[in-house]
């Protein structure tokens, strides 16, 4: 099913003129691109003339408007949404389950994890249920958050020793995000875990931060009477068709000292 939220009132026009507006670009500058004229670009945001179907996917796609929202810009144009949402449960998306489940085995015994536009936990490896020891039940309770589960002052938090600097990167990123995208449910979640008080250990210096790796900020985490290192990366799919798959990122947790991956190459036996 597809779900295409558009406010009451609110026409295609106006709708295309937020997005453009930020992404700052010229109406001029999006005709060219779009290979259309600085006055119809006028015409279709003030409602005096009504784009054509394919012409709100191309302007969608020149704006880079998430998948999501291009439904809503359909179904504000008069349109039916193009692009389905299916639950990742459903027989259609099966390859690609066994596809994501294949990456994550294969990157053990490194942490890997996928989740949805909200941070929702939809799958992960054994590498992050090794770095979960600990954290309160009710954060691991159905649905899991990832945003929580690092933030909560009963999550991984109190064990990451560069935490502010960390915290900082995940701000940061969850800002950039609600600057591209129209998600409340996203901001809802900005608002609690940047309101999460801050361990009494991160109100000292950080510790590690004089060997923060030249390349990368790490995730600096002691676990198991150890100190591991790790440099995160995440992956997006090229040019989704459906709505679900259009939000699922895949974070995975690189080494990034020998001593973190001789740790885990070695099970943290003592």
């Not at 005096?48 to 302007?59: A, G, N």
């Not at 799919?237 to 939000?247: A, G, H, I, L």
């Not at 974070?251 to 003592?270: M, Q, S, V, W, Y």
Request: proline letters at 9%; aromatic letters at 6%.
């Amino acid at each position: 099913m597809t779900t295409a939220v558009v406010e009451r009132g609110t026409g295609v026009g106006a709708l295309l003129r937020e997005w453009r507006d930020r992404r700052r670009i010229s109406q001029l500058e999006l005709a060219l691109r779009a290979d259309s004229s600085a006055r119809h670009i006028s015409f279709i945001e003030t409602g005096r003339s009504r784009p054509s179907e394919e012409m709100v996917l191309r302007l969608a796609d020149h704006l880079d408007v998430p998948v999501r929202e291009r439904n809503a810009l359909l179904v504000a144009a008069g349109y039916a949404p193009r692009f389905p949402e299916r639950p990742l449960e459903d027989p259609a998306l099966e390859e690609l389950r066994k596809g994501l489940e294949r990456l994550l085995k294969g990157y053990e015994p490194f942490p890997a994890l996928v989740v949805d536009g909200t941070y929702g936990v939809v799958a992960a490896n054994s590498g992050i249920a090794m770095l979960l020891e600990g954290v309160a039940e009710p954060l691991l309770t159905p649905p899991l958050n990832a945003m929580r589960i690092t933030m909560h002052p009963h999550g991984l938090a109190p064990r990451i020793l560069n935490y502010p600097q960390w915290r900082g990167h995940l701000l940061h990123q969850m800002q950039r995000q609600l600057a591209l995208h129209r998600s409340a449910p996203l901001r809802a979640l900005y608002d609690e875990v940047s309101a999460y008080p801050m361990p009494k250990r991160a109100a000292a210096a950080a510790a590690g931060e004089g060997d923060v790796p030249p390349f990368a900020l790490p995730m600096v985490i002691e676990h198991a009477g150890r100190t591991l290192s790790f440099i995160s990366t995440i992956a997006t799919f090229n040019t989704p068709m459906d709505v679900t798959v259009s939000e699922l990122a895949l974070e995975t947790f690189l080494p990034a000292d020998a001593e973190t991956a001789a740790a885990l190459h070695g099970g943290f036996r003592p």
